[in-house]
């Protein structure tokens, strides 16, 4: 398992007050990692993270910056840095979003979105990138992204949007930080047991059950779900993975049919004789 272990190297998770922030930053620590977590001023739970990472027996550093305040950022990189070191591992989890008709989007609304979930993710990875090549890092970069960067779902143009813009920014830093043995990928999360979209104004539970059995593994995801792929991207076990998408969907996207609801029930198509034998 050398290969998963990240002991020596510090990640830096944003959104790290939040459901898969913490799982992130919980798995990179148990992994070996120091943790720096970034939220906004004040973010609720982000203690909290704090404290699972020190429980883990690795440290954490809290940097509060809103990152909707995308000009602040590339000094908010350097800063980090000069307290803290280099960082080997940046993840760009920190996401908002809002079921919203696209004719009820204000401009303000479609720049939130893009700003914290597009923007900030472009202008930390090229900081910190700069920071990686400048201090020999072999670094990785993991930007979380979603299903919705590969299919559409109404009510949600901005989010849509802004997910499949990094999925594409993405690749586009990975070949270029290549030859500086960079990694960039993104990591697409399905439907996962999370706040973020307790405020969106539907019938939950019919929403849900609706959805989960559109779902070939038939449920939601949990964040650490999330966080094991993670880890082969952030560590020497993904070393020649890069440029590429990791959907983590319990497989929604490989079915563009639910024929699977209107098919017989499973039945073995083994002869009988070919059942497993007894263990003694
Ligand atoms: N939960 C899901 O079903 C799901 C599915 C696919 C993708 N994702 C993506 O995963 C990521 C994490 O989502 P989550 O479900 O843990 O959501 P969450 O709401 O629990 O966490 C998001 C975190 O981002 C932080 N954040 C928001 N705006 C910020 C800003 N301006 N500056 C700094 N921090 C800010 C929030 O404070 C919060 O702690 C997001 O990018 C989201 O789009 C989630």
């Given amino acids: 398992m050398d290969r998963f272990d990240l002991t020596g190297r510090t990640a830096l998770v944003t959104g790290a007050a939040g459901a898969l922030g913490r799982a992130f930053a919980l798995a990179l620590a148990e992994a070996g990692a120091d943790l720096l977590l970034v939220d906004l001023p004040g973010a609720e739970g982000l203690d ?18 809103d990152l909707a305040r995308t000009e602040e950022l590339p000094a908010f990189a350097d800063r980090v840095r000069a ?27 479609w720049r ?21 090549i400048a201090d020999g890092v072999p670094g990785r970069i993991i930007n979380i992204t979603s299903k919705n960067a590969h299919v559409a779902e109404a009510g949600l143009a901005h989010y849509n949007a802004s997910k499949a813009a990094v999925d594409l920014l993405s690749k586009t830093l990975a070949i270029e930080l290549a030859p500086h043995g960079i990694t960039v990928n993104t990591l697409a999360p399905g439907m996962v047991d999370t706040p973020i979209d307790d ?22 995801a949990s964040p650490e779900e999330c966080a094991g792929p993670l880890l082969l991207l ?7 993975v890069t440029g590429t998408h990791l959907l983590v969907d319990g497989g929604v996207l490989a079915d563009q049919m639910p024929r699977t609801r209107f098919m017989p029930p499973y039945r ?7 059942a497993p034998p007894e263990t003694p």
């Fill in 48 to 65: 909290e993270t704090a404290q699972a990472v020190r429980a883990a027996g690795r440290g954490a550093a809290l940097h509060p910056q």
């Fill in 199 to 220: 405020a969106f104004p539907l019938a939950h539970e019919e929403f849900e059950a609706a959805y989960r059995a559109r779902i070939p593994l038939g449920r939601y």
């Fill in 83 to 109: 307290t803290a070191g280099p960082v080997h591992i940046l993840v760009n989890n920190a996401g908002v979003a809002a079921l919203e008709r696209f004719n009820t989007i204000t401009p303000a609304s």
């Fill in 268 to 274: 073995s198509g083994l002869p009988t004789e070919s």
């Fill in 112 to 132: 939130h979105v893009m700003r914290v979930n597009t923007d900030a993710v472009f202008f930390l990875s090229q900081r910190f990138a700069e920071h990686m």
């Fill in 234 to 240: 952030a560590s020497d076990a993904g070393a020649y």
